[in-house]
């Protein structure tokens, strides 16, 4: 079993930065694959950042590229999601979600574990 608890949202303005983090719980946090996703309001969840077990890879979706930045520390257990230029756009909820296998995955099917969620409001 993993529990995994976000924070860092907030109220923020367009161009603002913000660090959301992602706690998690047990021993083996390190073996699992770990992704970011967001809802918005009326929308469907969507995938915005994956990292492999190891940090050695990173994926993000095209509306965040270049823009947010995944990382992880395993010694600490958490897994960092680094947003830079925010835009009205990302206004949502963001959960951070871990799977055993190793390849990084886009479908919430896919991801055997979730957090209750932080939000964010970016305002213009």
């Known amino acids: 079993q993993v529990q995994l608890v976000e924070s860092g949202g907030g109220l923020v303005q367009a161009g603002d930065s913000l660090r959301l983090s992602c706690a998690a719980s047990?021993?083996?946090?390190?073996?699992?694959?770990m992704g970011w996703f967001r809802q918005a309001p009326g929308k469907e969840r969507a995938f915005v950042a994956g990292i492999h077990w190891s940090g050695s890879s990173t994926y993000y979706s095209d509306s965040v590229k270049g823009r947010f930045t995944i990382s992880r520390d395993n010694a600490k257990n958490t897994v960092y999601l680094q947003m830079d230029s925010l835009k009205p756009e990302d206004t949502a909820n963001y959960y951070c979600?871990?799977?055993?296998?190793?390849?990084?995955?886009?479908?919430?099917?896919?991801?055997?574990?979730w957090g209750q969620g932080t939000r964010i409001t970016v305002s213009s």
């Open positions: 979600a871990a799977r055993r296998g190793s390849a990084i995955a886009g479908q919430l099917g896919e991801y055997d574990y």
């Open positions: 047990g021993r083996t946090f390190g073996t699992y694959t």
